[in-house]
């Protein structure tokens, strides 16, 4: 992709054979599944339409209040709307305000989980946050029956996980640190900070500060935690931008086991993105995770700033963004969205696919998709299924 871009900002339109070969080498994969059409969604540009026909189905959504808690992020327009995704194998899509910064907020509390297990381990870092879903709200003074945090997805448990990155390092440095990863996640694609979203939490974070003295009160941190740093460093993460477009390709590296499908960098380890994933999909929608689940059926997280970070394992991410909110802080056309999307395609994570056969797989190649019914009518007639043959009459499907 480097070479890619030194040409593209080269506005040249004269290619040699040894520039050919460089930005070829470094994209084999990518192209060679191109001309053999055998990207995880083959039909693409079909796949793609149906989303942009979903985004506009969600414009209609004028539900919600934009958070106000924060001063910034109050500042936004409820009309902003954008959706963005990017596969396991790199092919993009965006529509609507998808290219427009806004804060991580909560959605970073995944990353920020992703990153502490993959350098510390599962075992140390939950010795000190918990993997329950709390029954309560986001930043609830409350802890489980171990004295712990419920979830690394609410705020408590956020904040002890930035007790545990690199607390040896200067505070810069560690935030430096989360930055530089969460810009591989990224494949350098945009990945900014709100220094102005971060002064202004700060100076309204009380809800936190209280968290934060209540773990400290409860022994919750490891042995000489500076109670502010990691309040900060917690402050910092969530006011860190991107845009729908760096979502997605962040989304994709999870979906992706941790490898960014741009650049082929191992950001996460594959261990701490099956738990980061586990985590999201039952607490990561706030008060909302458990409907959520049983809904749309995907690991996702959401933000008070109006983003939604939806994985489709082993397939594509995806990032919402439309700042207005529903009662339990979800965005609430990133919602509508996420419903669309599962009510169109089969990616519940429970879709059976012989039976939700109404339902479009977009991961099918064309062969692929005859010979299973091919295969389905041989199965039925072979066992003398009647109404599985009626059914398939009833779809318009054919042996010949």
């Known amino acids: ?33 191109a001309f053999q059409s055998k990207f995880v969604i083959p039909k693409f540009s079909e796949f793609s339409s149906y ?27 409820p009309d902003l709307w954008g959706v963005a995704l990017c596969t396991v194998d790199g092919q993009r899509h965006s529509i609507g305000d998808s290219d427009k910064p806004f804060c991580l907020q909560s959605c970073v509390k995944p990353l920020v989980y992703a990153t502490a297990v993959s350098e510390l381990g599962d075992e140390t870092v939950h010795k000190y946050v918990g993997t329950e879903p709390s029954g309560r709200s986001f930043n609830e003074i ?51 900070f709100s220094n102005t979203t971060f002064l202004s ?8 500060f209280a968290l934060a003295y209540y773990l400290k009160e409860n022994q919750c941190f490891p042995p000489k935690t500076d109670l502010m740093e990691a309040l900060d460093l917690y402050l910092q993460h969530c006011s860190v931008d991107i845009t729908c477009e760096s979502g997605a390709i962040i989304a994709a590296t999870l979906a992706n086991g941790g490898v960014c499908p741009l650049t082929g960098e191992l950001v996460f380890h594959p261990d701490a993105v099956q738990h980061t ?37 082993s397939v594509m991410g995806i990032m919402c963004w439309s700042p207005p909110l529903d009662s339990t802080g979800n965005s609430v056309r990133g919602l509508h969205f996420c419903k669309e999307l599962v009510s169109t395609f089969n990616f519940h994570h429970y879709d059976n696919l012989k039976y939700k056969s109404k339902k479009l797989d977009p991961r099918r190649h064309r062969d692929e998709s005859r010979s299973q019914q091919i295969i389905d009518i041989l199965f039925a007639a072979y066992n003398g299924d009647v109404t599985a043959l009626r059914r398939c009459v009833m779809l318009g499907w054919t042996w010949r």
């Open 277 to 313: 994933l586990s985590l999201m999909h039952s607490c990561g929608m706030y008060d909302y995770s458990g409907q959520f689940a049983f809904q749309v059926g995907l690991p996702a997280k959401s933000g008070v700033s109006g983003g939604i970070m939806l994985v489709v394992p």
């Open 51 to 77: 989303i942009d026909k979903m985004y506009w189905t969600c414009v209609s959504q004028k539900k919600g209040k934009v958070a106000d808690y924060i001063p910034q992020l109050a500042r936004f327009s």
């Open 142 to 192: 409350a802890l489980n029956k171990y004295n712990q945090p419920f979830n690394p997805m609410i705020n408590s448990g956020a904040i002890l996980l930035c007790s545990l990155i690199k607390p040896e390092e200067h505070q810069s440095d560690r935030f430096d640190h989360i930055l530089k990863v969460l810009k591989a996640a990224a494949g350098d694609d945009f990945v900014g």
């Open 201 to 208: 939490e700060k100076a309204t974070s009380y809800r936190n």
């Open 1 to 33: 992709m480097a070479n890619l871009r030194k040409l593209q900002e080269s506005h040249s339109s004269f290619l040699d054979r040894e520039t050919f070969s460089k930005c070829i080498t470094e994209n084999i994969v990518l192209i060679g599944r």
